[in-house]
């Protein structure tokens, strides 16, 4: 079980807007650590969406966006598309002993009905 | 354009040694980067397996950090990772990334290969 949780899968309409949450606890998300965004195609490498909590890289369209609250952080797709149909995982950093270093979600699978 | 290339046998032994090389192009390893192993076993979510920074410093997940080897070859700009006593559980798609920061994100991954264990 992940230490970053995610809901197993999301679904939508196309034009439609979803989210995606993904709750930490204080030795990671709480602690102040950026949440990155990573969308993953079916037998594909994953591709960066989302770095620095909210930050979009070059090429990644605005109809993607991130947000961080606390311990949790969530992203959003608005204007849904049947391209965007895809796993879907958050990434942070731990600090505790037990987990320490990098984390991942454990991944949601977006439908777009 | 920076690319990343994972190869190294599809196919190891249960109880040997997993050994994979990630060669980088577009980028000099001893850039400032962390240079990341990460794995997809069949079916499930993404798993850190360790990083190296250019200076040498390593950084494991926890419960690979008795296995785990990662290592930089400058010379060929490539970094590596080695897994010891390797078991079915270990079975996976592997990815090399380069990681900007000590808890940055992925901006560049390999394509993955994937490593079966099997007698």
């Known amino acids: 079980q992940s230490v970053l949780t995610q809901p197993p899968s999301v679904s939508g309409a196309p034009g439609q807007r979803v989210t995606i949450s993904c709750t930490g606890s204080?030795?990671?998300?709480?602690?102040?650590?950026?949440v990155h965004w990573y969308q993953q195609l079916p037998g594909t490498a994953p591709k960066l969406l989302i770095y620095g909590n909210r930050n979009r890289p070059s090429g990644v369209p605005d109809r993607f966006s991130g947000s961080k609250s606390g311990t949790s952080a969530s992203l959003a797709i608005t204007g849904l598309q049947a391209e965007d149909e895809a796993d879907y995982y958050c990434?942070?950093?731990?600090?505790?002993?037990?987990?320490?270093?990098?984390?991942f979600g454990g991944g949601t699978k977006l439908t777009v009905l | 354009q920076v690319q990343l290339q994972e190869s190294g046998p599809g196919l190891v032994k249960p109880s040997q040694t997993l050994s994979l090389t990630c060669t980088v192009s577009g980028d000099s390893i001893s850039g400032g980067y962390y240079w990341t192993w990460i794995r997809q076993h069949p079916g499930k979510g993404l798993e850190w397996i360790g990083y190296?920074?250019?200076?040498?410093?390593?950084y494991y997940r926890p419960s690979l950090r008795s296995r785990a080897t990662i290592s930089l070859d400058t010379s060929n700009n490539q970094f590596s990772l080695k897994l010891s006593f390797v078991t079915a559980a270990d079975t996976a798609m592997y990815f090399c990334?380069?990681?900007?920061?000590?808890?940055?994100?992925?901006?560049?991954w390999g394509q993955g290969t994937l490593v079966t264990v099997s007698s």
């Open positions: 204080s030795s990671n998300i709480g602690a102040g650590y950026d």
């Open positions: 990434q942070s950093y731990d600090s505790s002993l037990s987990n320490s270093g990098v984390l």
């Open positions: 990334a380069r990681v900007s920061g000590h808890s940055g994100y992925g901006d560049y």
């Open positions: 190296i920074y250019y200076s040498g410093s390593t």
